[in-house]
């Protein structure tokens, strides 16, 4: 398979899909450059082994063509960072972004505007009549289907080469992200982003150094269910934090007070601690937690027994016994993977169990052990709290990790690998 370190790009046109959707404040200023900061590698490398450069990326959810999510507002600073001057296609269809790539010479660089402006690139029908009958639904949806094909077809004539460095979409099948692989037949290969974001995690799920440690936490067991049940082929331990704990404390008749609970997940919390029995997999859930008795900062708090916590109390975040035991078993652990803080971390009052599992995270890691970082809100944790540089691996993917460590395959790593 080709990639970026063996492919001969002389005089090569790269049409590059990166996750350049980045946040802009009110003044169309990046707030977070970090997706450009992690996509230059591969972009640089391109240029320096003598090729040129068409960028593609989505901005936002624009529902058609939108001066707020032009790409326009990030050119200042990809120029900086590449440190190349780079010409701006207004429509990344049509004669102008034909003819702009056609005459790009090495060492120069293109970017297209957001993708989004055109419906075909998610291949998702727009502006449907509220009263549509289903026969319109299916015909719209034939429709953009097949103009999707052509939207991708062109994107793909601009170059010689595709590179899919996306890892955040990897998991849609959009014209960017999967469907104009097809056109490149051997020409195509992941960016470094996407080279690394597949290695870490299959380190964990292919090959992990044993014990293997997965931290789950977040809000909703629901939403988590899958990983838990994948993670359980994996993992030698299991350490459930967060609000979904007390799905699992209630459906085992413990007194939760109000804090969070799926009523309607508890058969399936019951199930999965079978599983787990099942599987080998030791699963830490239980100890004492941090309560509060309202949803505040400044509420008043208390610690107590996750089973027994007083009426009109909420569990808010896992407290240091807790938290000390938990220790103990990441401490064993050679790979650890954390997806979901344990607690209410966006409050200060509640962040503590969070930035603890942090720092062992970042001390373990110092000693050796393969720790990997994912899901929105666990990146956040680390970020937030100084310790995205000292764990293995912290994940940019979101959703698209999810579904991987689910076992899902994606799109737009199918796509490169047909
Ligand atoms: P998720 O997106 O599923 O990973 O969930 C992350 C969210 O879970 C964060 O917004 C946390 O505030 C929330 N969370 C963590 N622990 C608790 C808890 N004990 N009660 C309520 N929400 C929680």
């Not at 998702?124 to 103009?147: G, H």
């Not at 220790?327 to 200060?348: D, Q």
């Not at 995270?361 to 110092?366: E, F, K, P, V």
Request: aromatic share 6%.
């Amino acid at each position: 398979m080709q990639n970026i370190d063996n492919y001969n790009f002389t005089s090569k046109r790269a049409i590059v899909r990166v996750d350049f959707n980045v946040p802009l404040n009110n003044s169309f200023e990046i707030t977070d450059d970090t997706r450009i900061r992690a996509a230059i590698p591969t972009l640089k490398k391109v240029l320096e082994k003598g090729g040129s450069l068409i960028i593609m990326s989505h901005l936002g959810r624009p529902k058609g063509p939108n001066e707020k999510f032009s790409l326009k507002h990030i050119i200042p600073t990809i120029e900086e960072k590449l440190g190349v001057k780079i010409k701006f296609a207004p429509d990344c269809m049509g004669k102008e972004a034909q003819e702009l790539s056609a005459t790009l010479k090495p060492g120069e660089v293109l970017l297209l505007e957001n993708l989004r402006f055109y419906a075909e690139e998610e291949g998702k029908v727009r502006d449907l009549a509220a009263d549509a009958t289903e026969e319109e639904k299916k015909t719209a949806k034939t429709a953009i289907k097949e103009s999707q094909k052509e939207f991708a077809k062109q994107l793909a004539s601009y170059a010689d080469c595709y590179i899919n460095d996306a890892f955040g979409t990897a998991h849609r099948a959009h014209a960017s992200t999967a469907l104009i692989a097809k056109h490149f037949s051997n020409n195509k290969m992941f960016g470094y982003i996407m080279e690394n974001e597949i290695k870490a995690i299959d380190k964990v799920l292919k090959s992990p150094e044993r014990p293997v440690t997965a931290i789950i936490g977040g809000a909703k067991v629901s939403s988590k269910i899958t990983i838990i049940e994948k993670l359980f082929d994996v993992c030698d331990n299991m350490i459930i934090g967060g609000g979904m704990v007390f799905t699992f404390v209630k459906a085992q008749g413990g007194k939760i007070g109000k804090s969070l609970c799926e009523e309607d997940q508890m058969e399936l919390a019951l199930t999965i601690l079978k599983k787990a029995e099942e599987k080998g997999v030791k699963l830490h859930y239980s100890g004492e937690i941090v309560a509060a008795n309202s949803f505040s900062n400044d509420a008043e708090t208390q610690i107590c027994l996750d089973n027994n916590i007083p009426d009109g109390w909420m569990g808010m975040d896992a407290a240091p016994s807790t938290i000390d035991k938990w220790e103990k078993v990441l401490r064993n652990s050679k790979t650890v993977l954390w997806n979901g803080p344990v607690g209410v971390f966006e409050m200060p009052a509640f962040a503590k169990g969070t930035n603890r599992i942090a720092q062992i995270l970042a001390d373990i890691t110092s000693k050796g052990v393969f720790t990997l970082v994912g899901g929105g809100d666990s990146v956040a944790a680390v970020t937030q709290m100084g310790f995205a540089n000292k764990v293995s691996y912290v994940s940019t993917g979101g959703g698209a990790m999810l579904e991987y460590l689910e076992g899902k395959e994606l799109p737009g790593i199918a796509a490169i690998r047909e």
